[in-house]
């Protein structure tokens, strides 16, 4: 099935979890060769069908679902029933990680607190995926990541203009970054394990991985300092930091972000040197001080030609840029494939992006798809029986 390096293949998971921030995380594990076990209701995770009909031609469920459950294996379990619960426990005893994002509340009524489970289970890593954590009065409180990760940490303020509404942004997005989180620490608290032979309590929540992605603001917020405001891309303190729009209708990013270094490029790029003897724009500080002029001058500049000759000038005079794509341009990107972005699911399931690791430079041509509800619930209870 794949030729690529596969460095967890000694690690047994077990994945109580549901939507994408927990399964996400098991889907890295399983990418990287653990052998993940997904725990679900009878009926399945209810992330199954989300977009189904928007998944194109020939798909069984939905592609996001695919993204991170492929090559799980799937048991179906009850777990307020006592034969359900027993094997469960079965299954822990013989796991190395136990992967979850029910909530505390929910874990604790189904004593499947850090501390009871500690002393069940000590040599087992327990990664506990929350919104906002194990303390505190929202303990408990629904997030998903456009409460907890976008909104509730400063992301989507930070992310909005003036004046204008925070835009919907795409589920997902935040559960991804939180995933990886606890990828890494459950391979911390594993390795550890080597050492004394014990498993850790690991915690991610969505609120600290977004506040930790905008520390640098938040930091200066915490101590009296003034972050970054939020402006139009008309008023951006940082032109060449800035979006822009080609004369095709096509957006694209300039990311100068040292501008007195960037600046002679960018402007010998729109046939503009000239401006370089103009006061107003002689350096970074005064692009800064006159930036709506500046950018209006970018802006009538950019509109005259498409972006695909703005690309090709972009590279003459080492421009550092990049296209903003659609997902469509994204599937059809030369150098998102050339870089090994996508694995074809067996059985006819189509492409899904991989995991944005990868180890010796190899590619995995394919990879299962994820399983149906319990597909693999007989085996895996035969193997416990034996």
Request: one cysteine or more; a negative charge.
């Amino acid at each position: 099935m794949s030729t690529a390096p596969a460095p967890l293949a000694d690690l047994r998971v077990i994945e109580l979890a549901h939507w994408v921030a927990g399964p996400a995380c098991g889907g890295v594990l399983a990418d990287w060769g653990a052998e993940v076990i997904k725990v679900e209701p009878p009926g399945g995770d209810p992330m199954r069908h989300l977009f189904s009909p928007r998944a194109g031609s020939g798909a069984t469920h939905s592609p996001a679902f695919s993204a991170v459950n492929r090559a799980k294996r799937s048991v179906e379990l009850e777990l307020g029933d006592p034969d359900g619960r027993a094997t469960f426990e079965a299954l822990l005893a013989g796991a190395d990680v136990l992967l979850t994002n029910l909530r505390p509340g929910a874990l604790e009524r189904l004593d499947l607190g850090p501390e009871g489970l500690a002393a069940r289970h000590p040599r087992l890593v327990y990664c506990s995926v929350t919104a906002y954590g194990w303390e505190g009065p929202e303990r408990d409180a629904a997030g998903y990541d456009l409460a907890g990760f976008f909104g509730r940490a400063g992301v989507s303020h930070q992310l909005t203009s003036d004046g204008t509404a925070p835009a919907p942004f795409m589920n997902g997005l935040g559960d991804t970054f939180t995933a990886m989180s606890a990828v890494a620490g459950i391979l911390a608290a594993v390795n550890e394990r080597h050492r004394t032979g014990r498993g850790r309590f690991v915690e991610v929540s969505l609120l600290r991985t977004g506040m930790w992605g905008l520390a640098g603001e938040l930091g200066m917020a915490a101590n009296g300092g003034t972050p970054k405001p939020v402006a139009d891309r008309s008023d951006n303190p940082t032109p060449l930091f800035n979006v822009y729009r080609a004369g095709d209708d096509r957006w694209f990013v300039l990311v100068g972000v040292e501008a007195d270094r960037h600046l002679p490029a960018v402007l010998a790029a729109v046939d503009r040197t000239d401006l370089l003897a103009d006061e107003r724009f002689a350096d970074a500080r005064a692009v800064r001080r006159n930036r709506r002029a500046f950018i209006a001058l970018l802006d009538a500049a950019f509109a005259t030609r498409p972006l695909s000759e703005w690309a090709a000038r972009f590279a003459a005079h080492d421009v550092w840029w990049g296209p903003v794509q659609s997902p469509a341009d994204v599937a059809a990107d030369a150098q998102a494939d050339a870089a090994g972005a996508w694995v074809e699911l067996l059985g006819g399931g189509g492409r899904t992006v991989d995991a944005p690791v990868r180890f010796d430079r190899q590619r995995r041509a394919q990879v299962a798809d994820a399983p149906r509800p319990g597909a693999d619930t007989a085996a895996v209870l035969a193997e416990l029986a034996e």
